[in-house]
T-cell receptor, first 113, second 115 residues
């Protein structure tokens, strides 16, 4: 079953612009993670944010978490063509199974040079 | 550190056959999770092993099974293959310390095609 739902499903921007992707989920969580996947390959971990955190940064990435609204956003600043990929949010349920991430369907980001 | 490795990378099987996929986690990681990715269903959790024990299982039929060895390497097996089992199978390893989960590191996946 899907927990996270990313929005939008697809996003096309020019190099240098910012890209914002949103994720909504349904249940209480321990943590929320964002992953990137290039064209049918393995997933690359981007950021993990725990339920008691509100914001996290990593390089050009900024993630926010609003547990009251059960939502998260991923901001990529100054995007590059190499950022073209699918981005997934994944949640680990509160009190739930460790090692069991529930993924959304993803946002397909296309960055045009 | 070497990343998560999966073998084989590509596999073509016929309906009714069985298949075994292998995963070697990052050194020191004792938790190994398996996921199935298809265009229709997206990424779905299959099962997770920790210290040779299956801790969690997703909503898949009994044809899907797995195991973990003492060196944390893991295998998953699918018996009596169906066309719908065609998918990218991803393995991920992570640290789990004192009940706290950390990020999962994924392998490149095994692309299984069932004809």
């Amino acid at each position: 079953s899907q927990q996270g739902e990313e929005d939008p499903q697809a996003l096309s921007i020019q190099e240098g612009e910012n890209a914002t992707m949103n994720c909504s989920y349904k249940t209480s969580i321990n943590n929320l993670q964002w992953y990137r996947q290039n064209s049918g390959r393995g997933l690359v971990h981007l950021i993990l944010i725990r339920s008691n955190e509100r914001e996290k940064h990593s390089g050009r990435l900024r993630v926010t978490l609003d547990t009251s609204k059960k939502s998260s956003s991923l901001l990529i600043t100054a995007s590059r063509a190499a950022d073209t990929a699918s981005y997934f949010c994944a949640t680990e349920d509160y009190g739930g199974s460790q090692g069991n991430l529930i993924f959304g369907k993803g946002t397909k980001l296309s960055v045009k040079p | 550190k070497a990343g998560v490795t999966q073998t084989p990378r590509y596999l073509i099987k016929t309906r009714g056959q069985q298949v075994t996929l292998s995963c070697s986690p990052i050194s020191g990681h004792r938790s190994v999770s398996w996921y199935q990715q298809t265009p229709g269903q997206g990424l779905q959790f299959l099962f997770e092993y920790f210290s040779e024990t299956q801790r969690n299982k997703g909503n898949f039929p009994g044809r899907f099974s797995g195991r973990q060895f003492s060196n944390s390497r893991s295998e998953m097996n699918v018996s009596t293959l169906e066309l719908g089992d065609s998918a990218l199978y991803l393995c991920a390893s992570s640290l789990t310390l004192r009940g706290i989960s950390y990020e999962q590191y994924f392998g490149p996946g095994t692309r299984l095609t069932v004809t």
